[in-house]
């Protein structure tokens, strides 16, 4: 059962890539377990048998997941946008059509695909590329030759596949076009951003058609549960009670919050509960206190279903 038969065969079990260590390895199996998933692990790590659903995981290299799903060797996966859509541009290229697609941004792994040149530069836009026969230093062809097609700059693009940063130094490329968080790894390589050309984080992604066997339901049940979960993420359920005359101040204080529920509480006083979307701060419950509430309580939501 351990040993997954490869290919793209009618099956009635999901099968979802994801990367097996790296950036994205420990939030994606965070996401899915909460979603309702658990697996046991093979002892080569790389197939993990779902247990309290037919949905198994294939734990691979990001890179390989876009052609994992073109080939129909997995359903779904949770890869880098700026993978998916470099490898998609890619195939465009190669005149073949197009395999998978993007179905939701997971939230996590952000980054922006940025092209940076030597910080002594002085940067006036796209423009100054024209006409210098210069090179360019990336491990994403596809994404930057589109760019410079839609720019109309003649630039050349040298592909590497790691260590970009180093190229200008190494005399291999004038300037890059690579991935950047904190930016820390341009700075210590004396080179700064100065155009962006995706922004990226991690996404789910699928096949361009879908499926047709038992498939289809338990994709469309995960991405149900993938919406509750991106949905919850933030969501914070706030209760307290109040006296009626206290209500418009703290109506005030909560207008960026969902609907107040008022509900008749204790002694006539009133028992209220509202959705917020992001942290609530010590701060906003001792002004909502001052304001007249009383017994605030602040709690997660664990799950919901709209
Ligand atoms: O072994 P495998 O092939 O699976 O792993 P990998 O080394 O190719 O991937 P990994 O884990 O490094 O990245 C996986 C995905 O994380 C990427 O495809 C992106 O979608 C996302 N991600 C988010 C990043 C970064 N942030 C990031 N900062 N991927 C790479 N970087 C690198 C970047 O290339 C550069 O070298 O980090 C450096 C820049 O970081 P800062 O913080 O110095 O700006
Ligand atoms: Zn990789």
Not at 64 to 71: E, Q, R, S, V, Y
Not at 113 to 133: F, T
Not at 149 to 177: H, N, W, Y
Not at 258 to 285: D, H, I
Request: proline content about 5%.
């Amino acid at each position: 059962m351990m040993n997954p038969t490869l290919g793209t065969a009618t099956r009635d079990r999901l099968r979802i890539a994801i990367q097996k260590s790296g950036r994205l390895a420990e939030p994606a199996r965070k996401l899915l377990a909460a979603c309702g998933l658990s697996w046991r692990e093979s002892r080569d790590k790389l197939f993990c048998y779902g247990e309290t659903l037919p949905v198994d995981l294939l734990l691979v290299r990001d890179d390989d997941i876009p052609g994992l799903i073109a080939d129909g060797v997995c359903d779904l996966g949770v890869v880098g946008r700026n993978e998916l859509d470099e490898q998609a541009g890619a195939r465009a290229r190669n005149g073949l059509p197009q395999a998978y697609r993007e179905l939701r941004g997971l939230g996590f792994g952000q980054c922006r695909l940025m092209l940076a040149v030597p910080e002594d530069w002085e940067w006036s836009g796209p423009e100054q590329l024209k006409g210098r026969g210069l090179r360019i230093a990336t491990s994403y062809p596809a994404i930057l030759a589109q760019w410079l097609q839609r720019q109309g700059i003649d630039a050349q693009v040298v592909e590497l596949s790691g260590s970009v940063e180093i190229a200008p130094r190494l005399g291999t490329a004038e300037l890059i076009c690579d991935l950047v968080s904190s930016g820390a790894t341009l700075l210590a390589n004396q080179l700064k951003p100065v155009e962006n050309l995706l922004d990226s984080e991690a996404v789910l992604a699928g096949p361009a058609h879908g499926f047709d066997d038992a498939r289809a339901g338990l994709a469309q049940m995960l991405l149900r549960r993938v919406d509750g979960v991106l949905q919850l993420k933030d969501r914070k359920l706030l209760m307290f009670s109040a006296r009626r005359e206290s209500l418009p101040e703290l109506e005030r204080l909560l207008q960026d919050a969902g609907p107040l529920v008022q509900l008749p509480g204790a002694n006539g006083s009133l028992s209220l509960q509202t959705m917020c979307e992001g942290a609530v701060s010590w701060q906003q419950l001792e002004d909502l206190e001052r304001a007249g509430a009383r017994e605030l309580m602040v709690l997660t939501v664990e799950r919901s279903l709209a």
